[in-house]
């Protein structure tokens, strides 16, 4: 599976983006997948998950109520859906797909994309 990430950008805080997660090869609905985060300095940490089936989301509590994640496999792509965006979200996202295991823990992906920079000003 070859995972490309998009639709990073500059903005205001406050402000909203929303990233999307391309997928290649014809078994993305059988993966979970994630979207994790890195900023300077800092380790790789979770943001969001999503199930295979779509039935079950997960957040991390800095993002939650704000950020939605989603998945439209007919067009093998995830969403990331960011709302009220805060200077401390500026980082690089990443998009990554799993099967099964700790959907919050980096370890429990097998592929990864390429990252995508979130910058957002104060």
């Known amino acids: 599976v070859q995972l490309q990430a998009s639709g990073g950008g500059l903005v205001q805080a406050g402000g909203s983006l929303r990233l999307s997660c391309a997928a290649s090869?014809?078994?993305?609905?059988?993966?979970?997948m994630g979207w994790f985060r890195q900023a300077p300095g800092k380790e790789r940490e979770f943001v969001a998950a999503?199930?295979?089936?779509?039935?079950?989301?997960y957040y991390a509590d800095s993002v939650k109520g704000r950020f939605t994640i989603s998945r439209e496999s007919a067009e093998n792509t995830m969403y990331l859906q960011m709302l009220d965006l805060k200077p401390e979200d500026t980082a690089v996202y990443y998009c990554a797909c799993a099967r099964g295991g700790v959907l919050r823990s980096p370890s429990s992906y097998l592929y990864w994309g390429q990252g995508t920079q979130v910058t957002v000003s104060s």
């Open positions: 090869g014809r078994t993305f609905s059988r993966y979970d």
């Open positions: 999503i199930t295979w089936s779509g039935a079950s989301t």
